[in-house]
């Protein structure tokens, strides 16, 4: 894929874009769901939630939780922080997208801005950002409680183009999921869908890559 010329900023969806966090939030979710006696496991949370938002995760199983949405988002917050300390930096590293860290590099070397994406909660992150030492590539990140209305509303990157004072043409959005997708292409920007770890979804959006690594940058 040529990058193309007219694009002055670029956005980027974190969970399953940038790296492979989803078997994080899975396993976080897992924890909680059986701390309060329902029986089921991270590979069968990661299959049907894959993308969502953890407030609509929580939605499904409010019934069954003896939690609020709040109480949930602590310990979901806290368990994913422990997970991700356990890691070396070289091994988080290894989580993320291929070439996206070299595209990250060679898109902020020629003055494009970058902005990060997420439905995940502020904290979290900070946490992965952190971890990666990959904060100083961004110009900022629009976190869960950022906006009123989360993924697969439109808000969050309606939110990050106006922060980036692009125009909706001059940007370019990479996400993954059903529920990320349809949030970006709500804006109206071009949009590319990553599929290293998530199937491509063509009736969603057309332009789609296998990573970061097939971008190539004009001379």
């Known amino acids: 894929m040529q990058f193309p010329q007219d694009i ?9 874009t940038l ?6 939030h899975a396993k ?3 924890t909680i769901l059986v701390q309060n006696g329902l029986n089921i496991t991270a590979h069968e949370i990661e299959e ?3 993308g969502m938002s953890d407030t609509e995760v929580f939605k499904s199983f409010e019934n069954s939780l003896f939690l609020e949405l709040d109480t949930f988002l602590k310990e979901k917050n806290k368990l994913i922080k422990n997970l991700i300390s356990q ?11 291929p070439g996206v860290f070299e595209f990250l590099t060679e898109a902020k070397k020629r003055n494009i ?3 990060l994406v997420s439905a995940s909660e502020n904290e979290v992150i900070e946490a992965i950002l952190s971890h990666l030492k990959l904060k100083d590539h961004f110009v900022f990140y629009v976190g869960r409680q950022h906006t009123q209305f989360t993924k697969p509303n439109p808000s969050p990157y309606f939110l990050a183009l106006r922060l980036l004072e692009v125009k909706t043409d001059e940007a370019l959005i990479f996400e993954d999921s059903p529920s990320g997708l349809k949030s970006a292409l709500g804006t109206g920007a ?6 290293t770890f998530s199937p491509p979804l063509k009736s969603q959006v057309s332009l789609s ?3 970061f690594s097939c971008i190539t940058f004009a001379n």
């Open 8 to 16: 002055k900023a670029v956005i980027l969806d974190m969970d399953g």
């Open 19 to 24: 790296l492979n966090t989803e078997p994080l």
């Open 28 to 30: 976080a979710i897992e």
């Open 48 to 50: 049907r939630f894959y």
């Open 87 to 97: 890691y070396s930096y070289s091994d988080f590293f290894k989580l993320l997208t």
């Open 113 to 115: 801005k970058l902005a």
């Open 190 to 195: 071009k949009v590319v869908q990553v599929t």
């Open 209 to 211: 890559i296998d990573n």
